[in-house]
């Protein structure tokens, strides 16, 4: 016997406004775990893996608004970004040498949620986290470019020092995702 969840429409949207918050905050929290490397001035963080968990069980609008609340909140001022004491904060960290990075989660939270659709399927989740990780890198290679003047410098201060650890953080991301995925979307 099949159930189906109702859900009033009202309680719906508080729901939905709820996750949007959750979410902004979950990223900024991953933020906070910061460990710079040498030679960049970008450090790790937990953020990207953030990121497509939020825009995978969130969906692609939820995961793209969340995304935007996280980006509003730091570019207010909030301490939500990834501590520095050589990054700028607020508004000015956007445009800086992670702001690349940063300006693109938005548009990789819409990706993995997109492409994971509702999380019922490993490969597409993996697809979706595959995408939402290459958005980030290509955001994040499009500003460092402006910065160095050159492919090779880019990628060398912030693509190639994160590959191995993005993909770790892509195996544990997709059965995550692909187990709570389901759960989560048939209640927002």
């Not at 990789?108 to 990780?133: E, I, L, P, Y």
């Amino acid at each position: 016997m099949e159930r189906t969840l109702v859900i009033d429409p009202s309680t719906l949207i508080i729901r939905r406004a709820a996750a949007v918050v959750l979410g902004a905050l979950v990223v900024a929290g991953a933020a906070q775990v910061s460990i710079p490397l040498p030679g960049t001035p970008v450090p790790m963080t937990l953020q990207p893996m953030a990121v497509l968990l939020v825009g995978g069980l969130l969906g692609p609008q939820l995961g793209a608004l969340s995304m935007i609340l996280y980006l509003a909140m730091g570019a207010a001022g909030l301490p939500v970004f990834a501590p520095s004491p050589f990054l700028l904060s607020g508004v000015a960290r956007l445009f800086g040498p992670t702001g690349g990075y940063l300006l693109s989660y938005p548009v990789a939270a819409w990706a993995v949620g997109a492409v994971a659709r509702d999380g019922s399927r490993v490969w597409r989740v993996a697809g979706g986290v595959f995408a939402g990780m290459v958005l980030i890198h290509l955001g994040g290679l499009a500003q460092l470019l402006i910065i160095a003047g050159n492919v090779r410098s880019a990628a060398q201060l912030g693509t190639w020092p994160f590959l191995l650890g993005d993909l770790l953080k892509l195996a544990v991301l997709v059965p995550v995702l692909a187990r709570l995925t389901p759960t989560i979307r048939a209640r927002l």
